[in-house]
């Protein structure tokens, strides 16, 4: 859980709110709070789905698993790379293991990985990728959130309130005034009080359900994949995932699903772990078609999306924390921001 407010009426002006605690959220928090803007985040409470997920700042395997494009493929080393200088100012611990692709389908993660410019080595059958990072996801979320000056809002966001010279976002047990609002609620609905296009750009986002399980079993540092399953093993045990639930907006944890993923890993690794061992837990992401989330101004004056990263959202977590906050300020746009406009996919 992250640290919170302890005021039980909030009522309060801000320069930024931000609505949502997951990765996107708390990134464009963090970057803004570097710049010396003043933040609230308000968190909904539970779990996440990044608190869930296995933290991967993985832009080689990803662009393989998903056989993206060169500019696609580019677009996410470049987020990565932005990744090393962002954990040392905010005090997120970044792991450093690389990641090994095996079992089935080797040969062509391998020409994959190798028409798009990544390094890679053979071991037998074991593929090894250089580079790939990962992040604690729990923990990292904890260091994002104790990197900012005031403690995130425990509380669920209702509705927003255009103002003459900003929003009010109306809460359940109070208000928050700001010049500006992130919108970072995930696969959650369109808060109420939203402008009929931005709430329509919400509702067309696709809920991604997923299972994840974790355990305390060690198995290599890194992340070990293959065709159906990956484990992720850090200083706190291991992650164990996963599944993409299309269309599903709420999630519960499923223990047979979760035995068909440690079959399929024991399967080409040869790792078993005994069900009885792993915590399975469930998450709701979004994502848009081109599987980018959308990340900066929509038309309304004072709004910001940072929402539906689809796979990636710790990969991309510091590349949409600086499209946000360059938008907010007004600053010229990043070469990459285009890619991430939230009005990308809208009509003229």
Known sequence: MLPT???PNISRTTDVVVVGAGVLGLCVAAELTRRGHEVVVV???GLNASAVA??????????????????????????AALWPEFAE????????????????????????????????RREGGRLIIAGERRVEAEAALLALADYLKTDPVVSEARGVERLADGWRVHLADGEIEAAS????TGAAPALAGLPQDVADAIRAIQPIGGLVGKTRALF?????RGRGAYAATGPAGTVIGATMDFDQRTAEPDPERGRALL???????GLATPAADVEWRAGVRGAVPDGLPLAGAVRERGLFFALAPRRNGWLLGPLVGRTVADAIEGATPQPDAAALDPLRASTP
Do not use: C, K, Q
């Open 263 to 269: 079959d399929a890993l024991s399967v080409y690794s």
């Open 43 to 45: 968190d909904p409470g």
């Open 54 to 79: 296995a933290g991967m700042i993985a832009p080689a395997l990803e662009s393989a698993v998903e056989n993206e494009p060169l500019e696609r493929a580019e677009l996410l080393r470049r987020a």
């Open 181 to 184: 609002v992130v919108i970072a």
């Open 5 to 7: 407010s302890s005021s």
């Open 220 to 224: 290599d540092p890194g992340v070990i």
């Open 89 to 120: 100012a905010t005090g997120v611990e970044l792991h450093e293991n690389g990641a090994v692709w095996m079992g089935a389908g080797v040969e062509e993660i391998e020409e994959r990985l190798v028409r798009l410019g990544f390094e890679t």
